[in-house]
């Protein structure tokens, strides 16, 4: 049984409604087409309606490095990790890992956090 399932199942009633993030990142102006912030969004939508997800709440980061260990240079990432640590996110989706994180140290911390969450 996924984490998701569990959480659901233990719940008395109606489930609640999911609160689902959308994280998209864009580095520099040089990645305007491969990686637009436009298309990560229309694939994060589409991946939430193929799994009958809610629409997500938007988390933007323009112009802003993963390759740092520092959150406090992508102050939307630094939002969205504080969200989830206060439950207001139960999902996350991102088109790619690579948007999430370049930095292995952060990318394991912050799968920490959203593990135990």
């Keep these: 049984m996924s984490r998701l399932s569990s959480f ?11 609160q689902v993030a ?3 990142r864009r580095s520099s102006e040089m990645q305007r087409d491969n990686f637009s ?8 939508e589409e991946a939430c309606r193929q799994r009958g997800l ?10 802003k490095s993963a390759r740092s260990d ?5 102050p939307a990432f630094a939002q ?3 969200d989830i640590s206060e439950g207001k996110i139960q999902v996350v989706v991102v088109h790619s890992l690579d948007r999430w994180s ?12 959203l593990a135990s969450q």
């Design 8 to 18: 659901l199942s233990k719940l008395p009633g109606q489930p609640p409604k999911l």
């Design 22 to 24: 959308g994280y998209v």
């Design 37 to 44: 912030l436009a298309a990560q969004q229309r694939a994060i």
């Design 54 to 63: 809610p629409e997500p709440r938007w988390y933007i980061d323009d112009q």
């Design 70 to 74: 520092q959150i406090s240079k992508r």
């Design 80 to 82: 969205l990790l504080d």
């Design 102 to 113: 370049r930095n292995v140290a952060l990318t394991l911390q912050s799968f920490r956090l």
